[in-house]
């Protein structure tokens, strides 16, 4: 699952090619929650992937790629669910090249190469994150405390 601001068609013909599902940010909530249930491991550049995914139960495995990365936002999650992940990296798919033509004939089959070599490598890593369930049943408790206080005040 790419991040929202990286969405090309490279991902999901990358993903296509190497048998894996492609997940997009951008689909609903009913599609994404389906596919995520389906998925052993969810590999993700998007936070908000990785929120859902733990919240599921479905290990993850994170990436950023070589443009603009929030760390801040993921270490502020990260601290929640008391884990420490390693990020891989990906090479973006589709950066400037010297001119629109080489990037188009070279720089990003290239890329798209690349790409599809180290996410199978990452998918057989055997690496995932997953927070312990003695984290998530207490940050569910707390959610539930919260909803519970607001329909109190709100009589709900």
């Known amino acids: 699952m790419p991040h929202h601001a990286s969405l090309y068609p490279a991902y999901q013909e990358i993903c296509d090619e190497l048998g894996f599902m492609y997940i997009s940010p951008t689909e609903n909530v009913t599609d994404v929650t389906e596919k995520l249930l389906s998925v052993e491991l969810l590999i993700t550049e998007a936070m908000h992937g990785a929120i859902c995914a733990d919240a599921l139960r479905v290990p993850w495995l994170p990436y950023k790629t070589n443009r603009k990365f929030n760390d801040f936002k993921w270490q502020d999650w990260l601290s929640t669910v008391d884990l ?19 990037k188009r004939l070279v720089y990003t089959p290239i890329q798209k190469q690349i790409m599809k070599s180290k996410l199978k490598k990452l998918a057989r890593s055997g690496r995932s994150y997953l927070s ?5 049943n ?11 206080k607001f329909n109190a005040e709100f009589q709900y």
Do not use: C, M, Y
């Open 84 to 102: 420490t992940p390693e990020f891989a990296t990906l090479p973006a798919i589709w950066e400037r090249g010297p001119s629109e033509q080489l």
């Open 132 to 136: 312990a369930d003695k984290v998530h």
């Open 138 to 148: 207490e940050n569910l408790l707390r959610i539930k405390n919260e909803v519970d």
